[in-house]
Structures are given as structure tokens and as C-alpha cells.
């Protein structure tokens, strides 16, 4: 029986070498397979005397046998090894730190600007915006500045290579003062014909634009308009107003303001608001931090309103400043240069 017993030998061995499950099943096929060594002797039992078939039978059936036994184990002897392979590749080191997506935060000035909306919000102010295009109309000539007005050289424009319908070329709004005449026109105009007007009460933030730029100017900057026309709104309602703004912003109830008296076409009488703080690092000095006014006649006119019947206030505050103020930055640039060190101190 040797030489059945070396073929069971030879498929060991053979089976052994093997290292992939392809070539494996190859191996079973010489042995195993229709023209395989275990099934030619299989073959060559008829031609034995029939008293020696029995025994070579049982004999080549112990040999097919242990050649399977020896292929089952080196299946699974490969499987393991493919296992181990794709455990060890995709590996995960679950000591390492974890990689947390990346917060962003509030630029500061649009913080300011959230809070700003929220004092407002909560005394009955509707906050509303408008277009940083805009129109001539609206920017200068139904705020009462004529086209040789000589405040529209107050303020170096940025133009843009379009016309309005009007012929007139568009522009970045130099304040967002626009706004009040677009929000109180759309407010009279949807009152009108009816017997009273509910008060126009609102602030208008956003984006303004200005040819200048060092430390304390910006090309782009922002401001918060407000405006507050009803029958009977005076000055001391904008100081009320304007005193709880500031207490409320900077968290201070013994900021002080004064009105000085200033100039701008579309307020008559004007004012600059400045506030000083009593204590702290700016105490007792004065701050310019608005422009303000009792809203020009014309310009209520261009409300669509009746100046001898509608009166109010506006004002104007640039929200970089009051930023500045409140965190004690210096240099305004800092807000646009994008560096995050800078940056993420505020969230
Ligand atoms: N629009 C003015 C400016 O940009 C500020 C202002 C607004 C003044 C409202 C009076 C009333 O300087």
C-alpha cells in the first residue's frame, strides 16, 4: 500500500505549497478530479480480482478521504490567513484622538449686528433689508440731496457700470439710509387710504460702501439704520431710544449721551450721538457713535407721507464701530484681513 499511502503524501505536501484558493482547488482536481490519481485507481479496481477489490477499495476510499481532510484544512488554513490580511489592512486605532469636524463661528461684526437686531426686536422694531446696489433715487435724491448738493461730495461714491431706468447710473449705497425711504414707502403705501397709519418702526442693517480705507475706514462697512415715524415722535423719544440702545448693548446703565449738533440733508435739525462710559478703560471720553435727526420733511414727502401730519427720527451707527467699542479692537482692518487667530477669539 505505499504507494497509496505516498499520494496522500504528494497531496499534503502540495496542498501545503499553495498559497491562493484558486490554485488550491487546481491541486484537488490532479487528485480528486475525473482524471485525478485517486480516481484512476478508483478505475483500476475492475480490472482486479474480485476477492482483492473489497480491501484496495476501502483502501483508495481511506486515501480519498484523508485527501480531503488534508484540502478542507488548507481552505480554511487560507481563508484565515485572508482574514488576518483584511483585519491587519483595515486596522483602526481606536486610541487615536478623534478628528472633529471643523465649528465655524460668527464673524464679529455679524454678532454686533445679531445683537443690535435682538434689542430692537424685542421694543416692537421690524428689521428690514435692502439691495447694496442702488439706485440715485434712493441714495441721494429722495433723501434730499440734490444732484449739486454739495453733501454728495461728502461722500466718494462707488458707481457701477449701469443705469437705473431713470438713465441714472447705479451705485453701492454709501449708507443704508436708502432704506428708509424704501421701507416707510412701502409701509404708507400699503396704509393708504385708510384713516391712520400704523407706526413705521424699524431698523435696516447691512453693507455699505465707501471710496476709503486705513485704520478706522473701510471700502465695505456696515451700519444699522433706524427709523421711527408715528404723529407724534419727537427728539427725546430718539434719545430714549437711542440711551437704551447703548445701555443695552454694552451692558452699561451709566453710559451717558449728548447730542451735537451736525448737519445731514435729510434731518432737520441733525445731530451726532456720542456716548461716554463711566468706567472702564474709555471712561469720561466722548465717543461719536451715530448720526441722527428729526427725518427732513422732503423726505417724508418722498414716504409718500404728509410732513404737517407724519413726523420721527432716523439715525445711522456704523456697526464696526460700536464692535470696536465693545471688545476693544483698534485697528479696523483686523475684521477683514480673515486671520483666524484673530478671529476665533470672539467665538
Ligand atoms: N446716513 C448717515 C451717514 O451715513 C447717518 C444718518 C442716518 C444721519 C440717519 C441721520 C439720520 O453718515
Do not use: C
Not at 37 to 47: D, F, R, S
Not at 204 to 224: E, I, K, L, W
Amino acid at each position: 500500500m505505499s504507494d497509496l499511502d505516498s499520494i496522500v503524501g504528494q497531496a499534503r505536501e502540495q496542498f501545503a505549497a499553495i498559497g491562493d484558493a484558486a490554485q488550491l482547488e487546481e491541486a484537488k482536481a490532479r487528485f480528486l478530479g475525473k482524471s485525478g490519481q485517486v480516481t484512476e485507481l478508483l478505475k483500476g479496481l475492475a480490472k482486479l480480482p474480485v476477492e482483492e477489490r473489497k480491501a484496495r477499495g476501502e483502501a483508495i476510499n481511506r486515501v480519498k478521504n484523508a485527501i480531503e481532510a488534508a484540502l478542507a484544512d488548507r481552505r480554511e488554513a487560507l481563508a484565515d490567513a485572508r482574514m488576518q490580511q483584511k483585519l491587519a489592512a483595515e486596522a483602526l486605532d481606536v486610541t487615536l484622538p478623534g478628528r472633529s469636524a471643523q465649528r465655524g463661528g460668527l464673524h464679529p461684526v455679524m454678532r454686533t449686528q445679531r445683537r443690535v437686531e435682538q434689542i430692537f426686536r424685542s421694543i416692537g422694531f421690524d428689521i428690514a433689508e435692502g439691495p447694496e446696489i442702488e439706485t440715485d433715487w434712493f441714495n441721494f435724491t429722495a433723501l434730499n440731496s440734490p444732484e449739486n448738493h454739495p453733501a454728495r461730495s461728502m461722500q466718494d461714491t462707488f458707481y457701477v457700470d449701469a443705469r437705473d431706468s431713470a438713465g441714472k447710473q447705479l451705485l453701492l449705497r454709501t449708507h443704508t439710509s436708502p432704506m428708509q425711504v424704501r421701507y416707510a414707502s412701502l409701509h404708507a403705501a400699503k396704509h393708504r387710504g385708510h384713516e391712520t397709519m400704523a407706526p413705521i418702526k424699524v431698523i435696516a442693517p447691512g453693507r455699505t460702501y465707501r471710496v476709503d480705507s486705513d485704520a478706522t475706514h473701510s471700502p465695505m462697512f456696515h451700519q444699522v439704520e433706524g427709523l421711527w415715524i408715528d404723529e407724534d415722535i419727537s427728539f427725546a423719544d430718539l434719545k430714549g431710544v437711542f440711551l437704551n440702545f447703548m445701555r443695552a448693548f454694552f451692558e452699561d446703565d451709566n453710559i451717558v449721551a449728548r447730542f451735537r449738533p451736525s448737519y445731514f440733508p435729510f434731518t432737520e435739525p441733525s445731530a451726532e450721538i456720542d456716548i461716554a462710559f463711566s468706567s472702564g478703560p474709555m471712561k469720561g471720553r466722548w465717543l461719536e457713535v451715530s448720526g441722527s435727526g428729526q427725518v427732513h420733511p422732503n423726505v417724508v414727502r418722498n414716504f409718500g407721507l404728509d410732513p404737517e401730519r407724519h413726523i420721527g427720527f432716523a439715525f445711522g451707527s456704523g456697526l464696526e464701530r460700536l464692535t470696536m467699542l465693545r471688545y476693544g479692537i483698534g485697528d479696523l482692518r483686523l475684521f477683514y484681513e480673515g486671520d483666524l487667530r484673530f478671529l476665533r477669539q470672539f467665538n
